[in-house]
């Protein structure tokens, strides 16, 4: 089974007020301050997609994966806008293994990410810093437990699974070449009530 979902766009801005790289590039003389930015204006182009699918390989493995492209163009310039949204790909892998009374909708999950580089005058501005390709893997699993009547949803991730370096395109800690965070867990319980106030 395959469900497929969509969303396109495209914009024309006149006169949008912005922030980006001065050119010829200057940098702040106080130590570590790095490139100097300016608001400039001018009209712009933003077109882009985002393309999602969820589809069901056999009753216990299912296959997500969303596709999201931005494109901005400066007719004045002839260049993309500053701190353009890389184009991405996100895939999950979700695994349903086992089923008990007590404990239900057990998964374990793949996620990937793959995060595409962003140079060129397509792009980027100029003299704005190009920032490499990237991939990022996943790992996560949860469960619901019942406690008598009392629901528990359990879920542990591991972001960043293999402890990747990456500059991420629009962060501003890129410009002085600090990476994103690096391997990360998360343990989330909940605990769902219901009631009257």
């Given at each position: 089974k395959?469900?497929?979902?969509?969303?396109?766009?495209?914009?024309?801005?006149?006169?949008?007020?912005?922030?980006?790289?001065?050119?010829?590039?200057?940098?702040?003389?106080?130590p570590e301050a790095g490139q100097i930015f300016r608001y400039r204006q001018d009209n712009a182009i933003y077109a882009g997609f985002?393309?999602?699918?969820?589809?069901?390989?056999?009753?216990?493995?299912?296959?997500?994966?969303?596709?999201?492209?931005?494109?901005s163009y400066?007719?004045?310039t002839n260049l993309a806008l500053p701190f353009?949204?890389?184009?991405a790909i996100r895939t999950d892998l979700r695994i349903l293994p086992v089923e008990r009374d007590w404990l239900e909708e057990f998964y374990i999950e793949i996620s990937h990410q793959y995060?595409?580089?962003?140079?060129?005058?397509?792009?980027?501005d100029r003299s704005e810093q190009?920032?490499?390709?990237?991939q990022l893997w996943g790992l996560g699993l949860g469960t619901d437990i019942h406690l008598g009547k009392q629901e528990i949803q359990l879920n542990?991730?591991?972001?960043?699974?293999?402890?990747?370096?990456?500059l991420a395109h629009l962060s501003r800690y890129r410009l002085i070449n600090v990476p994103e965070q690096g391997r990360n867990i998360v343990l989330t319980v909940k605990v769902p009530f219901s009631g009257k106030l």
């Open positions: 395959l469900v497929k979902k969509k969303l396109k766009f495209l914009s024309i801005i006149l006169t949008i007020i912005y922030i980006g790289p001065t050119f010829p590039a200057r940098f702040s003389p106080l985002e393309l999602q699918w969820d589809w069901s390989l056999a009753s216990n493995l299912s296959l997500s994966q969303a596709i999201d492209f931005v494109q400066n007719p004045e353009t949204p890389q184009p995060h595409f580089a962003a140079s060129g005058s397509l792009r980027i190009a920032t490499p390709a990237f542990c991730q591991v972001q960043n699974f293999f402890h990747t370096k990456y």
